[in-house]
């Protein structure tokens, strides 16, 4: 099994539903996306997919986040957009994408990341 990541930067605001303490007032990160993509079958070059296509649609489904006030999205009105969340939907994104997406997972700082894949 080969494994690619690439990894691409967002801005963009949220605030935690259901939650008592500072994240639940409307914040900002710079989250740090990584893309992971599994495959066993290499093309004629010998790579499983091409890093520029990996970013090309990466970039797609952030800019669709980027300098955004997260809750008022229309795919996250009424629920707590945590990074938990945020993987999860940019994973069936980036699935619909490219079907060889395997994992997503969402930096909101440099220490704190949720990833998800199924």
């Known amino acids: 099994m080969f494994e690619l990541t690439t990894q691409i930067y967002f801005s963009a605001a949220h605030h935690l539903l259901n939650y008592n303490g500072a994240c639940e007032n409307m914040h900002g990160h710079n989250w740090l996306v990584e893309a992971y993509v599994s495959g066993t079958d290499l093309d004629k070059s010998n790579i499983l ?70």
């Open 49 to 118: 997919i091409d890093y520029k296509i990996i970013k090309k649609n990466l970039k797609e489904v952030l800019d669709y986040l980027d300098h955004k006030d997260i809750n008022e999205l229309p795919e996250f009105k009424g629920i707590s957009p945590s990074s938990e969340i945020l993987a999860q939907f940019i994973y069936k994104k980036m699935k619909e994408k490219i079907p060889q997406t395997s994992k997503i997972s969402v930096w909101e700082t440099s220490t704190s990341c949720a990833s998800y894949w199924e």
